[in-house]
């Protein structure tokens, strides 16, 4: 069965620090995405980054990284040098095959991060 | 450019009445996607769209859940008759490409039901 567990249901940390938000999976798909969304009080859920299973390239952007570990099924995402305006629930998302070529996401619980000021 | 639409954005109604919720997709996307999310959860597939055509509905409930997408652009959800736990968010988004493609969604603000 597929799964997303984010066993990190709420994180504070003061602006500033680094903080790192994990999600370990569970697929039996050979081929398979990982994502992360970023949801605000607003309720929008935005779109952060994809991966592919080939790819277990680490991935930079700003403040933002992501770590890709095949071997351990995890794709931790931290964010350096945290502000307030990260302040959202994050949610980790495993692309799943769900029969006649149809492909659809799995979300994990989501983590509530809370920055500080 | 502008992003998913949904409207309402909030909803109140007493149990055993009907709700209708829409959805505009962002322009040239043809495959749309309604979510379900209850509080503290992460969103859960109800109903895939490709243009017109669902192709993956085996999550919506259909004895009291339809939708449609009658021109493959906007989309209504609607359910008839509400219960108390339907109360949840209902997110619709949009992606390019067909069913062997996984691109990325882009998602609406969503509608909050509240069923009293």
């Known amino acids: 069965a597929q799964k997303v567990t984010q066993a990190q249901t709420e994180i504070s940390v003061v602006e500033k620090e680094d903080v790192t938000l994990d999600c370990v999976y569970e697929?039996?798909?050979?081929?398979?995405?990982l994502f992360w969304y970023k949801q605000p009080p607003s309720g929008e859920l935005v779109f952060l980054i994809r991966?592919?299973?080939?790819?277990?390239q680490n991935e930079i952007s700003g403040r933002y990284s992501w770590n890709f570990q095949k071997s351990t099924s995890s794709f931790n995402f931290t964010i350096t040098a945290s502000q307030v305006v990260d302040s959202a629930v994050y949610f980790c998302a495993l692309s799943q095959y769900s029969g006649a070529g149809s492909y659809q996401l799995t979300f994990g619980k989501g983590t509530k991060l809370s920055v500080i000021p | 450019e502008a992003g998913v639409v949904q409207s309402p954005r909030y909803k109140i109604i007493e149990k055993k009445q009907p709700v209708a919720f829409w959805c505009n997709p962002i322009s040239g996307h043809n495959t749309l996607y309604w979510y379900l999310q209850n509080l503290g959860q992460g969103p859960e597939l109800l109903i895939r769209y490709e243009n017109e055509e669902a192709v993956d509905d085996s999550q919506l409930p259909k004895d009291r859940f339809s939708a449609e997408r009658l021109k493959g652009v906007d989309s209504t959800l609607k359910i008839q008759p509400a219960e108390l736990g339907d109360s949840a968010v209902y997110l619709c988004?949009?992606?390019?490409?067909?069913?062997?493609?996984?691109?990325?969604?882009?998602f609406g603000p969503g509608t909050r039901l509240t069923v009293l």
């Open positions: 988004a949009s992606s390019l490409g067909d069913r062997n493609t996984i691109n990325e969604q882009f």
């Open positions: 697929t039996r798909d050979t081929t398979y995405y």
């Open positions: 991966r592919n299973s080939f790819d277990e």
